[in-house]
């Protein structure tokens, strides 16, 4: 009798681990993809642009994205305004009357809040924080 006890306590413990283990792999999976196929301008991630330029502004944008299952996004970085990335990336050019963006930058960042809202929705929802900033440029 007490053998199956202290088997069944140890199979109860392996699950229990098991299922954490699980749901801190779901809460830390998210991607973000930079999709500039649709930029009719350049962009460039450093300032090797080989001619010489001016910048007109530097932008630096904080936003949530969030993702249902970890995988399909429920809301975009840059606003839901944007289709795409790279309509954020236009419209940013597009204000100063720039030709170009250099040192892009995108940071995503989970914090404690991003962590509970993930282990409260069991992994279903997951969110970050995104910091998308560069500058914007001007060919002399």
Same mark, same amino acid.
């Given at each position: 009798?007490?053998?199956?006890?202290? @088997?069944?306590?140890?199979?109860?413990?392996?699950?229990?681990?098991?299922?954490?283990?699980?749901?801190?792999?779901?809460? @830390?999976?998210?991607?973000?993809?930079?999709?500039?196929?649709?930029?009719?301008?350049?962009?460039?991630?450093?300032? @090797?642009?080989?001619?010489?330029?001016?910048?007109? +502004?530097?932008? @630096?944008?904080?936003?949530?994205?969030?993702?249902?299952?970890?995988? $399909?996004?429920?809301? +975009?970085?840059?606003?839901?305004?944007?289709?795409?990335?790279?309509?954020?990336?236009?419209?940013? $050019?597009?204000?100063?009357?720039?030709?170009?963006?250099?040192?892009?930058?995108?940071?995503?960042?989970?914090?404690?809040?991003?962590?509970?809202?993930?282990?409260?929705?069991?992994?279903?929802?997951?969110?970050?924080?995104?910091?998308?900033?560069?500058?914007? $440029?001007?060919?002399?």
């Amino acid at each position: 009798m007490t053998a199956l006890s202290i @088997s069944t306590f140890s199979m109860t413990k392996k699950i229990g681990v098991l299922a954490i283990c699980g749901l801190l792999f779901l809460t @830390s999976c998210g991607t973000i993809a930079l999709d500039a196929t649709k930029l009719q301008e350049s962009a460039q991630l450093n300032d @090797s642009v080989g001619k010489p330029y001016t910048v007109l +502004k530097t932008f @630096s944008v904080n936003d949530k994205a969030g993702w249902a299952l970890g995988i $399909i996004p429920a809301n +975009k970085p840059a606003g839901d305004k944007h289709q795409y990335f790279a309509d954020f990336l236009q419209e940013q $050019i597009a204000e100063v009357g720039g030709d170009a963006v250099i040192n892009l930058r995108i940071r995503t960042q989970g914090n404690f809040g991003d962590f509970l809202i993930a282990v409260g929705t069991l992994g279903l929802y997951v969110t970050r924080t995104v910091t998308i900033s560069g500058d914007v $440029i001007k060919y002399n």
